[in-house]
């Protein structure tokens, strides 16, 4: 069985500040890690993904994620917000054996002015 | 490309009625997936095919959810007789190689039972 932990159920930050929304996940065999962004009244779109090779992984619209073997983590961050990034952010795992994806319960991005 | 193209975007429905949701994969895509998003559960796998074949239903949750795929550009999420606790946000996503490709997602159907 797999499992995955969004941290924050909400996570406000102002305009041009920095942000990192956590995921943490168990699995016994290994795993794909993804991140997945959901505008309101959309469904998801990639962000970025971790299959093999560098840990630190870019994606689009200036994000990045870190994947920690040892801290089965797989933070999403980015340097700097804007307002256009509220949105909802959820962390998926896909185990490499079976296939079985579990997705996060998701993390509010709100982006003040 | 025209992405995951779902229909209807929205359906109410009252309890005991039959409701068809339809699915477009995008082309070329060898899988897609059905899933149902509530405030309660999350996002929620119902159901995943391969080449057109169902690989894994464990996610359905009763008899009264089924789904075909009847060839690779289109596939249909039924339920009969429908209920209240079926409302939810439906999304069908698809990928170029199972569940290890990105998936991508259609913009879903808002059901509601009433």
């Known amino acids: 069985a797999q499992s995955v932990t969004q941290l924050d159920s909400q996570v406000p930050v102002f305009e041009e500040a920095p942000v990192e929304l956590r995921c943490n996940y168990s699995?016994?065999?290994?795993?794909?890690l993804f991140w997945y962004v959901q505008y309101p009244n959309q469904g998801l779109q990639l962000l970025l993904k971790?299959?093999?090779?560098?840990?630190l992984v870019k994606g689009i619209n200036g994000f990045e994620a870190e994947f920690n073997k040892s801290q089965t983590s797989f933070h999403l961050r980015k340097p700097s917000v804007h307002i256009s990034d509220t949105a909802e952010y959820f962390c998926a795992v896909t185990d490499t054996n079976a296939g079985k994806s579990t997705f996060g319960d998701g993390t509010t991005l709100t982006v003040k002015p | 490309d025209a992405g995951v193209i779902q229909s209807p975007r929205h359906e109410v429905t009252e309890m005991g009625q039959e409701v068809t949701l339809r699915c477009k994969p995008i082309?070329?895509?060898?899988?897609l997936f059905w899933y149902r998003q509530t405030m309660m559960r999350g996002l929620e796998l119902l159901i995943y095919?391969?080449?057109?074949?169902?690989?894994?239903d464990s996610g359905m949750p009763e008899d009264r959810f089924s789904a075909k795929m009847p060839n690779a550009s289109f596939s249909t999420l039924k339920i009969q007789p429908s209920e209240p606790r079926d409302s939810a946000v439906y999304f069908c996503?698809?990928?170029?190689?199972?569940?290890?490709?990105?998936?991508?997602f259609g913009n879903g159907t808002r059901l509601t039972v009433t």
């Open positions: 699995s016994s065999v290994s795993v794909y």
């Open positions: 971790y299959l093999s090779g560098s840990t």
């Open positions: 996503a698809s990928s170029l190689e199972g569940p290890f490709s990105p998936l991508h």
């Open positions: 082309s070329g895509h060898n899988s």
């Open positions: 095919f391969n080449n057109n074949v169902p690989i894994d």
